[in-house]
Antibody, heavy 117, light 107 residues
């Protein structure tokens, strides 16, 4: 069955870089796209960016200068790197299977990231 | 960016009642709206795609309607497992955006 699982540090210092990994199973990264979505506690989700099935990427313009998404298809993994973290980057970060750039039909369990010194 | 405004922020209902949740877009988006349910401490789950298209495995009491700027998620005869937060999301243009949610709570 389709599964996605995020991994990475739960605590990041302000101004430092966040690195997260999404490991997928049950589908191929060369057939489906993967998006990263984050959600501050008690607020609505925010789309961060996408790794298309063909290796291309798309980013939320609000984050584009700080964000990079890459992948390793041999390991079924998608990576997120975001630099210059601030306290308002605190929240739960999800990787999702992205249906042709329209909606998100499977979600990982999420990883809680706290930005604090 | 397209802003999605959901109303009401909180809706208090008794199990068995039928409800309608609203999502209004800041510009016309055809039927490029999708609905999610998020239970406490869980990941969101896709309920409805493209305004009114059903998703396999989702109970038939959930339905969607609308086009342009005004959209509605309807729940026919709310059950106890339906009390959660509901979000709309647009795919008309980048960046994809979500609404701020409607919390459905037990009266």
């Amino acid at each position: 069955q389709v599964q996605l699982k995020e991994s990475g540090p739960g605590l990041v210092q302000p101004s430092e870089t966040l690195s997260l990994t999404c490991t997928v199973s049950g589908f191929s990264l060369t057939s489906y796209s993967v998006s990263w979505v984050r959600q501050p506690s008690g607020k609505g989700p925010e789309w961060m960016g996408r790794m298309w099935y063909d290796g291309d990427t798309a980013y939320n313009s609000a984050l584009k200068s700080r964000l990079s998404i890459s992948r390793d298809t041999s390991k079924n993994q998608v990576f997120l790197k975001m630099n210059s973290l601030q306290t308002d980057d605190t929240g739960t970060y999800y990787c999702t299977r992205d249906r042709y750039g329209y909606n998100f039909d499977y979600w990982g369990q999420g990883v809680m990231v706290t930005v604090s010194s | 960016d397209i802003v999605l405004t959901q109303s009401p922020a909180t809706l208090s209902v008794t199990p068995g009642e039928s409800v309608s949740l609203s999502c209004r877009a800041s510009q016309g988006i055809s039927t490029s709206i999708h609905w999610y349910q998020q239970k406490s401490n869980e990941s969101p789950r896709l309920l409805i795609k493209f305004a009114s298209q059903s998703i396999s495995g989702i109970p038939s009491r959930f339905s969607g309607s609308g086009s342009g700027t005004d959209f509605t998620l309807s729940i026919n005869r709310v059950e106890s497992e339906d009390f959660s937060v509901y979000y709309c999301q647009q795919s008309y243009s980048l960046p994809l955006t979500f609404g701020s949610g409607t919390k459905l709570e037990i009266k």
